[in-house]
């Protein structure tokens, strides 16, 4: 059992930046695929970007080359740093845990999930 607990975000202006943080309840490292999801007023949830056990990374095309996941190992502490940021970035963001085999930004991958961390852009 995994508890993921999300912070940072907030209101931000377009074009400015903000970094989101997940504390695990215990370290993931090497037995977790980590992800981030959000999810937009209205629309439905989308995988935002992943990283794997090795430590690859994939994103969504509409955040590559302004959104970073990363993770502290030894803090048991997952990031999201993003940059240019667009008032179509805004949404409640989750960070979550697969403790499966892959790594896919897939909701019916992960095994756990935050509660979320709200994001708001202005134009």
């Known amino acids: 059992q995994v508890q993921l607990f999300e912070s940072g975000g907030g209101s931000v202006q377009a074009g400015g930046s903000t970094r989101l943080i997940c504390a695990a309840s215990?370290?993931?490292?090497?037995?977790?695929?980590m992800a981030w999801f959000r999810q937009a007023p209205g629309k439905q949830r989308e995988g935002v970007a992943t990283?794997?056990?090795?430590?690859?990374?994939t994103y969504v095309d509409s955040v590559k080359g302004r959104f970073t996941i990363s993770q502290d190992n030894g803090q048991n502490t997952l990031y999201l740093q993003m940059n240019d940021l667009k008032p179509e970035d805004t949404g409640m963001y989750f960070c979550?845990?697969?403790?499966?085999?892959?790594?896919?930004?897939?909701?019916?991958?992960?095994?756990?999930w935050g509660k979320g961390a709200l994001v708001i852009v202005s134009s």
């Open positions: 215990k370290s993931t490292y090497g037995g977790y695929c």
């Open positions: 979550a845990a697969d403790a499966g085999w892959g790594c896919r930004p897939a909701e019916g991958d992960m095994d756990y």
């Open positions: 990283i794997d056990h090795d430590g690859t990374t």
